[in-house]
């Protein structure tokens, strides 16, 4: 059977390809005689042959005329697309991604399933030879998300086992030690955006592309602390199924806890005196001046804040505070919170005496009276007032006052000034406990302060320093900021000057709206009159302090966040990311869990690899090939497989893939752990 196809000329031209590429797959792929002469396509041979010969050239004429470019492996994609009754132009037509007038789209079947599968799932498995596009896909996608602020960084990662992951000895700094095991990321990278946006997304952050191993870090050391619903406790102890505390203030599982062994680490410290030791591969969210005018935040880590602290002469990054206040494990307590407060602050409570309080306001005279059941405030003289049984007197019998009893219950009875403390029951217990004792202490050695220009903040002032640290404590439980000064104020008593009094431990606050500083009518009318300020918080300095044995953990919270020392809110998992793992055969079965966990929300994650070219220790198993088996029956997660039909590089590529494909199958030679 012979069919003549007539085709304008430059169709012809696309037929015959450069140097007859195309020319020689169709008579290598498609079974009959095939001749070209000018415009006139000869298909000669069986008549099956030349019926499925003649559709194959009607699928590539229409993709010359829709406008598409053609070349050898284009036949394969036709006839494959016709084997599984697939339209051609569904695949060639999905442009992923264009630069320069370049477009990448899907050049076969499966890359397109592959993109499908990509868009669809959250995490992505694409296995197959090399050459089938896996990667090269996969970044394309990546930048057209970040283009679009689908997400907000890239993250490209491969084992670096050619070298062991053992990459110290090797000169340069860390960009030039990874660049031979990096270069093909970097190389898909410059083919899909300008060189200068590029560089200036990896100066930012904003791309980062290193080897796995580096991806360990985004840890603390194991002696940090890390806020949980019972209180502090250290990182390093920890475990699966444990609750931290969250940046909404609510306990929230770990997920993973994940051993990194020692690392560099350093000490960030923020304005307000609040400091933690992480290492320079953590990650914080964080809201810089422009960020801040475009209503945004980024993920940066701490290494890409050193040396960028400051802009025009005012701090630039600004940390996130608890978004509520924290709910820590509430219990009883024997004295109302408030009552407290304010016998912590203007009550005598050495107990050699009945207990005392010294106000000019009767107002809290009254207040603590009502919260003391079973004791009247008397008043002695001036200010102050004694806190008399309602059962006492003189002769008879002797009553212990119950103010006296649970003082020395909670141990602050007997204390001077200079030594009083807030008891931990307090400290540790639910938000309306802590805040009745904050309110307390501020209303009676706090107030409202104004300055021209200036919302209004508290000022607090103790001569304890143990109190001090309680009342910081209390005020960032609550979602504020403490900032402590020292200092010696002249002091009065009953009219006369006090030479020596103590140096006095002074705090400037700044509670979140809605947290009620004061329950004293005249402080509360002129702090709402004034109006609080927002309470801030800026990273200030960032110092090396050497290696420590570090751990990272994954909690279960949608922002990823966590509270660790001092209140400090912070998180080591990648949310908003494009996170493309290439090369992944050659990680072990612990990397790729690692790899896995560190999935954050808003997050996409796609794994590429060949399992039959595994670089590892022949006695080590292959992550990728295991990986299959626990994860493919999860919804979100995706598997494409690619074979040689899928090489889009030179036709001798899939030749070559074939036979060594024949060849394992023969003699059993296939790497499979």
């Known amino acids: 059977m012979q069919d003549v196809l007539t085709v304008p000329n430059e169709v012809a031209a696309e037929l015959a390809g450069v140097g007859d590429g195309v020319l020689d797959t169709?008579?290598?792929r498609l079974g009959c005689t095939i001749s070209l002469r000018g415009n006139r396509l000869t298909l000669d041979g069986d008549d099956e042959r030349v019926v499925e010969a003649r559709a194959v050239v009607d699928e590539l004429v229409e993709l010359v005329e829709g406008g598409h470019a053609i070349g050898p492996d284009t036949v394969g994609a036709v006839v494959a697309a016709l084997d599984q009754a697939e339209d051609i132009r569904d695949v060639f037509d999905d442009v992923v991604w264009r630069h320069r007038g370049k477009k990448i789209a899907p050049k076969t079947v499966t890359q397109k399933r592959y993109v499908d599968t990509i868009r669809s799932d959250t995490v992505?498995?694409?296995i197959g030879p090399a050459g089938t596009g896996k990667t090269y896909l996969a970044i394309a996608l990546a930048v057209k998300a970040l283009s679009e602020r689908e997400v907000g960084r890239i993250i490209l990662t491969r084992p670096a086992v050619e070298a062991g992951e053992r990459l110290g000895f090797l000169p340069g700094d860390v960009l030039a030690k990874v660049d031979p095991y990096m270069r093909p990321l970097f190389d898909a990278l410059y083919d899909t955006m300008d060189a200068d946006r590029l560089n200036a997304y990896i100066d930012?952050?904003?791309?980062?592309?290193?080897?796995?191993?580096?991806?360990?870090?985004?840890?603390q050391p194991v002696d940090r602390q890390v806020l949980t619903p019972s209180g502090w406790q250290e990182i390093g102890s920890l475990r699966v199924g444990d609750l931290v505390i969250g940046s909404g203030g609510r306990p929230t599982p770990v997920l993973g806890v994940y051993q990194q062994g020692p690392r560099p680490v350093f000490r960030l410290t923020a304005q307000d005196g609040a400091t933690t030791v992480c290492c320079g591969e953590h990650l914080w969210r964080v809201t810089t001046p422009d960020d801040r005018r475009r209503g945004r935040q980024r993920v940066v880590r701490t290494d890409e804040m050193v040396g960028r602290l400051r802009q025009r002469h005012q701090?630039?990054?600004?940390?996130p505070l608890?978004?509520?206040?924290v709910e820590l494990m509430p219990q009883e307590v024997p004295l109302d919170p408030y009552a407290l407060g304010l016998l912590l602050g203007d009550g005598c409570l050495t107990t050699s005496t009945t207990p005392g309080f010294t106000t000019a306001d009767p107002e809290l005279a009254e207040a603590l009276e009502s919260r003391l059941p079973g004791i009247e405030l008397r008043h002695k003289d001036g200010f102050d007032y004694v806190l008399r049984h309602v059962d006492g007197g003189r002769g008879g019998v002797i009553v212990a006052n119950p103010v006296t009893v649970v003082l020395r219950q909670l141990a602050p009875a007997g204390r001077l000034s200079g030594t009083k403390f807030v008891p931990e029951q307090y400290?540790?217990?639910?938000?309306?406990?802590r805040l009745g004792v904050l309110q307390g202490l501020l209303d009676t050695d706090g107030g409202p302060v104004v300055q021209r220009g200036r919302t209004c903040r508290i000022q607090y002032s103790t001569s304890s320093e143990r109190l001090r640290d309680d009342v910081v404590f209390l005020v960032r439980s609550l979602g504020g900021v403490a900032y402590g000064r020292e200092g010696r104020a002249p002091g009065h008593a009953r009219g006369r000057a006090v030479h020596h009094r103590a140096d006095a431990f002074i705090l400037d606050i700044r509670l979140p709206a809605g947290i009620q500083p004061f329950r004293l009518r005249r402080k509360l009318e002129r702090y709402h009159a004034d109006g609080g300020g927002r309470p801030m918080r800026f990273v200030d300095k960032i110092e090396p302090l050497g290696d420590a044995e570090t751990v990272c953990i994954q909690v279960a919270a949608a922002d990823s966040l966590y509270v660790t020392d001092d209140f400090l809110v912070t998180h080591n998992t990648l949310n908003d990311s494009f996170v493309i793992l290439d090369e992944a055969q050659n990680t072990t079965p612990e990397q790729m869990?690692?790899?896995?966990?560190r999935l954050g929300f808003g997050s996409k994650m796609v794994v590429t690899g060949d399992v039959t070219q595994v670089d590892l220790p022949r006695e080590q198993a292959s992550g990728l090939i295991q990986v299959r088996t626990i994860l493919q029956s999860l919804d979100g997660i995706g598997f494409v497989e690619f074979g040689h039909e899928d090489v889009v590089r030179h036709k001798l590529v899939q030749r070559i893939v074939e036979a060594y494909k024949r060849h394992a199958e023969e003699t059993g030679s296939t790497r499979h752990r």
């Open 593 to 597: 869990q690692m790899f896995l966990t």
């Open 322 to 325: 608890v978004e509520a206040p």
């Open 427 to 433: 400290l540790i217990n639910s938000p309306d406990v």
């Open 124 to 126: 992505t498995f694409a």
């Open 26 to 28: 169709l008579r290598e």
């Open 315 to 319: 701090h630039r990054f600004e940390l």
């Open 204 to 219: 930012r952050g904003t791309i980062e592309v290193a080897p796995l191993a580096f991806m360990r870090g985004r840890a």
